[in-house]
């Protein structure tokens, strides 16, 4: 039977803050405008790509537009086998389940996290190694406070089916990094060796806000890793951390 290591209620509202927060900053960052209005639906996939693509580089949409493409017709044709334009949709569900959380709209949050795992799942039933979807059932689980053997099973089919790519990778890290301590010994090495070779690879930014996310229990863990990498990676990282504020 899986134990569950629930966060205590009291700490529950910052915790579901902190876990929501690292899956959006992982996926956008800018304001575009976009529309998809009665286009054929070969076209409305190839427009959702587009806005995966967009999405994926860290851009993202104005509320009003992203809830526009979530409820218009276009989207309402798209299958499951669609997996662009399906996960188009759930890159621009998350800023809204965010706001909601923001501004204390406990139902319209419940019905965002619902839709986003209601997602993923139908993405799964057809590409059953979307690395991409796993991550966001993990991350829903995180963010509902669950860190049992069942949610690190998600995040290892993260791993299992996209090990080395690197936009999985960063959004992987802003997800992980935060829950390291709670993680089997096995998954934990996963987390901090993506960590450490991000920064290895130069993409050190999201590690750095990853990091500044952690708690000083896992930060000195993590701090271990940044040690036994080369000079100037540590170097790279500190400067990161520095233009972060920290």
């Given at each position: 039977m899986n134990r569950v290591r629930a966060v205590p209620e009291k700490q529950n509202g910052s915790w579901r803050v902190v876990a929501l927060r690292s899956l959006i900053v992982a996926v956008c960052a800018g304001s575009l405008g976009w529309a998809v209005v009665g286009t054929p639906r070969s076209e409305a996939v190839d427009e959702f790509r587009l806005v995966e693509t967009n999405l994926l580089q860290f851009a993202s949409f104005h509320p009003t537009t992203a809830v526009a493409a979530l409820t218009g017709a276009t989207a309402a044709e798209i299958?499951?086998?669609?997996?662009?334009?399906?996960?188009?949709?759930?890159?621009?569900?998350?800023?809204?389940?965010?706001?909601?959380?923001?501004?204390?709209?406990?139902?319209?949050?419940?019905?965002?996290?619902?839709?986003?795992?209601?997602?993923?799942?139908?993405?799964?039933?057809?590409?059953?190694?979307?690395?991409?979807?796993?991550?966001?059932?993990?991350?829903?689980?995180?963010?509902?406070?669950?860190?049992?053997?069942?949610t690190f099973d998600l995040l290892t089919m993260s791993y299992e089916s996209s090990p080395n790519e690197a936009w999985i990778g960063i959004r992987r890290t802003m997800l992980a990094t935060p829950v390291v301590l709670s993680a089997p010994k096995m998954i934990q090495d996963r987390i901090l060796t993506e960590f450490q070779n991000l920064i290895r690879d130069t993409l050190v930014e999201m590690p750095a806000r990853a990091y500044l996310r952690a708690s000083a229990p896992a930060r000195a863990l993590l701090q271990s890793r940044i040690q036994a990498l080369d000079p100037l990676s540590q170097k790279r990282f500190s400067d990161a951390l520095h233009q972060l504020g920290a």
């Open positions: 299958t499951p086998c669609d997996t662009h334009a399906m996960r188009a949709l759930l890159l621009l569900e998350i800023p809204l389940a965010d706001a909601a959380l923001r501004s204390g709209a406990v139902g319209e949050f419940d019905k965002r996290t619902d839709s986003l795992q209601s997602r993923a799942r139908e993405i799964l039933s057809c590409s059953p190694r979307d690395s991409f979807a796993w991550l966001i059932l993990f991350g829903a689980a995180t963010q509902h406070g669950k860190l049992d053997e069942h």
